[in-house]
């Protein structure tokens, strides 16, 4: 069965400072792996996904993730944090049709 | 295009009352999925369709809940008789058929209370 766990319900970091949001996945398959932005009363942002090309993967707003299968992680980061991704993040694993959704991460960001 | 688009936004009904949530996908998507988040347990798929088809639609919490799609174009989920464990918020997403490397792109959701 595939899984999705992540790591720390509330992050808060300081403007300007790295942002590093963990993910951990459990597929018994090559997993498709996602990461979206929900901002309050808003639905659901894709940010990026990693569909087995590069495991480096780019993302909008300045965000990326890194695809490691021996530590079956997808992380987010960002390198300098600006007040307005203070949002909750959820990661997402996609194995046939279905997305396995993780419990999300709260970023805070102090200024 | 405008998105997934969900109506109403927010309902608020009474204890009992039947709710229907409307949902229309992006063209040309024709899987379309509803789930439901809360504080609890997060977001919950509800029920997958495939071309109007339901095919997976094990999360449905119980006989209250039931989901339509009647053409491509539309889906309604409906809760009846509603009760305050029901609130929510449920939102519906859809996708390019048949590929699943791809993004489920997410509507505004409906925010429901139930009193």
């Known amino acids: 069965a595939q899984s999705v766990t992540q790591l720390g319900s509330h992050v808060s970091v300081s403007e300007g400072a790295l942002v590093l949001l963990r993910c951990n996945y459990s597929s018994s398959v090559p997993p498709y792996l996602f990461w979206y932005v929900q901002y309050p009363n808003q639905g659901l942002q894709l940010l990026l996904k990693y569909t087995s090309a590069a495991t480096l993967v780019k993302g909008i707003n300045g965000f990326e993730a890194e695809f490691k299968k021996s530590e079956t992680s997808f992380h987010l980061t960002k390198p300098s944090a600006h007040m307005s991704d203070a949002a909750e993040y959820f990661c997402?694993?996609?194995?046939?049709?279905?997305?396995?959704f993780g419990t999300g991460t709260r970023l805070k960001v102090l200024a | 295009d405008a998105g997934v688009i969900q109506s109403p936004r927010h309902e608020v009904t009474e204890m009992g009352q039947e709710v229907t949530l409307r949902c229309k996908p992006i063209?040309?998507?024709?899987?379309l999925f509803w789930y439901r988040q809360t504080m609890m347990r997060g977001l919950e798929l509800l029920i997958y369709?495939?071309?109007?088809?339901?095919?997976?639609d094990s999360g449905m919490p119980e006989d209250r809940f039931s989901a339509k799609m009647p053409n491509a174009s539309f889906s309604t989920l409906k809760i009846q008789p509603s009760e305050p464990r029901d609130s929510a918020v449920y939102f519906c997403?859809?996708?390019?058929?048949?590929?699943?490397?791809?993004?489920?792109?997410f509507g505004q959701g409906t925010r429901l209370t139930v009193v």
């Open positions: 997402a694993v996609s194995v046939t049709y279905k997305y396995i």
């Open positions: 063209s040309g998507h024709n899987s």
């Open positions: 369709f495939n071309n109007n088809v339901p095919i997976d």
């Open positions: 997403a859809s996708r390019d058929p048949g590929q699943r490397t791809l993004e489920a792109f």
